[in-house]
């Protein structure tokens, strides 16, 4: 048995690799992960319906934080998926008796420690497999304040759920980390890419662009019928602080990231004042997020177009910290 | 955010759990806070769990009145709707449609029934039987 300990971290993907990381020696905070692997996105895809509800997204694809880690980081990983549940529930037994904490996917829905309020369908969890006792699977989610333990056929059902984003079982591990890397680098790196790519989004669903997008698309809920505008402007706030703690969680994140970074570069300015100023923008999510839920319970007419420019102004003041993190020069 | 501001309304919607909030402490260093609640967030979980159990009861009237099968309860008992079922089963919308019939689906080949039953957490000789109570 290993001598793996559990941490409560605000988001999944981010969590785990923060954790597994850490365990193998390379002490990594959630938000450096985050940061590092430009985790941070916006995409409002009104076309693709999660629940009969458009698609809105504050992150990159699921997967793409241990994808974006292990090629920042050189770090080689092994991801593997399996073809029938059987070897996949081996192949996880075989790995936990060499005593490795393991990554894996699956679908909150059918993990059994996840209460009913939670519990959506919904394929991308991440969380680590770091044990077994008896018959229970040893879990660290790190979305989860404790550890918990998980029943095989839990465990089996959702690393096999079907669908989008189907995790065939997804097992992850590293089998080397690089010593001593070189973060700087990394940092400004990324940094400017994110910056380009929420910027110059060559697609307006995405990106700053895709958020006045989604600004928009609220103003059209005048003419909808009143029941669904209000599920759809719910929707837009689930997504945002419920599903992987999404708009304001993550600006958080990502604040913390720069504020993190801003220190590696014995206290860089730039950096240290876009990070008050994405702390800000997430202050700004928040209040939007709860002029949202006060027109949901209230039984007047609904403000559309303060709603709307609500979100127009913050995509304005995103931008600028986009704009200020361009400045950043080593 | 500011870590006393990291709100602490104990929401039911939480179902006891915490989660973690990244927020700044007086001298503006960030770090992570545990919070048992937003009152903002349990509006839009209730309202999206209010959706699913509505859809979940109108769906047991429906099949208790004989207009559609049970498989059509317990889509919707799953937290699930035709687009989902069709994603997951791979089956096209318009031939589950047809096994919402409830003529239709009480004659339904024994792989395809298997199939439902599997991605629905149903088992076999449960699925063509209605419970009690919706929920």
Not at chain 1, 34 to 49: C, E, H, M, Q, T
Not at chain 1, 171 to 187: A, R
Not at chain 2, 3 to 20: F, G, I, R
Not at chain 2, 54 to 63: L, Q, R, S
């Amino acid at each position: 048995m290993n001598q793996f300990k559990h941490t409560h971290h605000a988001h999944c993907e981010s969590g785990v690799v923060s954790s597994m990381l850490s365990y193998h020696g390379l002490k990594i905070s959630e938000p450096m992960v985050f940061g590092l692997s430009n985790a941070l996105n916006f995409a409002y895809i009104p076309f693709v319906k999660i629940g009969g509800m458009p698609l809105v997204a504050y992150r990159s694809l699921p997967k793409s934080i241990v994808k974006n880690i292990k090629k920042n980081l050189k770090i080689e990983m092994k991801m593997e998926t399996f073809s029938s549940v059987k070897k996949g529930e081996d192949r996880l037994d075989e790995l936990l008796s060499e005593g490795k904490i393991v990554g894996a996917q699956g679908s909150m829905y059918w993990l059994e420690y996840v209460p009913d309020e939670l519990s959506f369908h919904f394929n991308a969890h991440n969380f680590l497999v770091y044990g077994k006792e008896e018959d229970k699977y040893l879990v660290s989610d790190p979305v989860f304040q404790d550890a918990v333990k998980c029943s095989k056929k839990s465990l089996s059902k959702s690393r096999f759920s079907k669908g989008t984003m189907a995790p065939k079982g997804l097992l992850y591990y590293p089998v080397n980390i690089p010593k001593d890397i070189d973060f700087k680098p990394i940092i400004s790196k990324n940094i400017k890419k994110l910056s380009k790519n929420m910027l110059n989004t060559p697609v307006p669903i995405a990106g700053v662009k895709g958020l006045r997008y989604l600004a928009k698309g609220i103003l059209k809920l005048q003419a909808k019928d009143k029941k669904y505008a209000k599920l759809f402007l719910g929707n837009i706030v689930r997504m945002q602080e419920e599903i992987g703690t999404g708009g304001a969680g993550f600006r958080f994140m990502y604040a913390s990231f720069l504020q993190e970074a801003s220190e590696l570069f014995d206290n860089n300015k730039v950096l240290s004042d876009a990070s008050i100023m994405m702390l800000e923008v997430g202050d700004e999510y928040r209040e939007f997020a709860l002029v949202i839920a006060k027109s949901i319970k209230s039984k007047k007419e609904i403000d559309f177009q303060k709603i709307s420019n609500m979100l127009f102004q913050i995509a304005d003041n995103e931008a600028k910290v986009y704009k200020k993190l361009l400045e950043f020069k080593v | 955010m500011k870590l006393e501001n990291v709100p602490q309304d104990d929401s039911p919607t939480y179902a006891k759990m915490k989660k973690t909030i990244y927020a700044k402490d007086s001298k503006g260093n960030i770090q992570g806070k545990s919070s048992n609640g937003w009152e903002v967030e349990e509006t839009v979980t209730r309202q999206a769990l209010d959706d699913i159990q509505e859809h979940i009861k109108e769906a047991f009237w429906e099949v208790k009145n004989g207009n559609k099968s049970t498989l059509y309860f317990y889509m919707y008992k799953q937290k699930m709707d035709l687009t989902l079922l069709a994603q997951v089963t791979g089956f096209f919308k318009w031939t589950i449609k047809k096994d919402f019939d409830p003529k239709v689906f009480a004659k339904i080949k024994q792989n395809r029934l298997e199939e439902y039953c599997d991605v629905l957490g149903v088992e076999i000789d449960a699925i063509k039987e209605l419970p009690n109570e919706p929920v």
